[in-house]
């Protein structure tokens, strides 16, 4: 059975033609919404659906897709709310040390005392590095950047991730 994982979520409509507007969910929003990029609809109660990317543009926080054979807002209303997934034959290989989110969200972050800080919840692309949201026990979520002077190993067989916290950046968490 095909794995699909998530790129986006259609959250609602822009304007009158066709256009809708996609909350990404991906590291590759050039890859994923280039015109011909396949993508599946995934709606509660309904059959998947393949959807051809006609078109792409940002517009704020958003990215908005039109899609080959639904060109205006009555063709794409019914697809609100609805997940946009990629399946797993269509990932492409990544260089080394890079790494789809689904494969670093759910790992256990050691710090360089072999002691467990959480688990990676979230990951936030706020501009230069992604951060990871990383959940604690007991206190509130750690941030942590996705630099080499931090993260100092990504070991996926043993399902972790080994930090070197700097001074001072936990400190407000506490």
Do not use: C
């Not at 794995?3 to 590759?28: A, C, P």
């Not at 050039?30 to 792409?56: C, D, M, S, W």
């Not at 789809?100 to 919840?121: A, F, H, Q, R, S």
């Amino acid at each position: 059975m095909t794995e699909y994982l998530n790129v986006g979520k259609i959250v609602n409509t822009h304007g009158i033609r066709g256009e809708v507007r996609v909350i990404s969910q991906t590291d590759f929003p050039e890859q994923r919404y280039q015109k011909g990029a396949v993508l599946t609809l995934f709606q509660q109660g309904k059959a998947p659906l393949k959807l051809t990317i006609a078109n792409h543009r940002k517009h704020k926080n958003f990215d908005l897709l039109i899609f080959e054979g639904y060109p205006n807002i009555n063709d794409v209303e019914p697809f609100r709310d609805g997940i946009l997934k990629v399946s797993e034959e269509d990932l492409t290989d990544l260089e080394e040390n890079e790494y789809y989110y689904y494969e670093i969200i759910g790992l256990d972050v050691i710090d360089e005392e072999g002691k467990l800080l959480g688990k990676i919840k979230e990951i936030l692309s706020p501009g230069a590095n992604d951060v990871w949201v990383v959940q604690r026990k007991g206190q509130k979520d750690a941030l942590i950047p996705y630099i080499s002077s931090v993260v100092k190993e990504i070991d996926l067989d043993a399902n972790e991730v080994h930090v070197e916290i700097p001074e001072g950046l936990l400190d407000d968490a506490n």
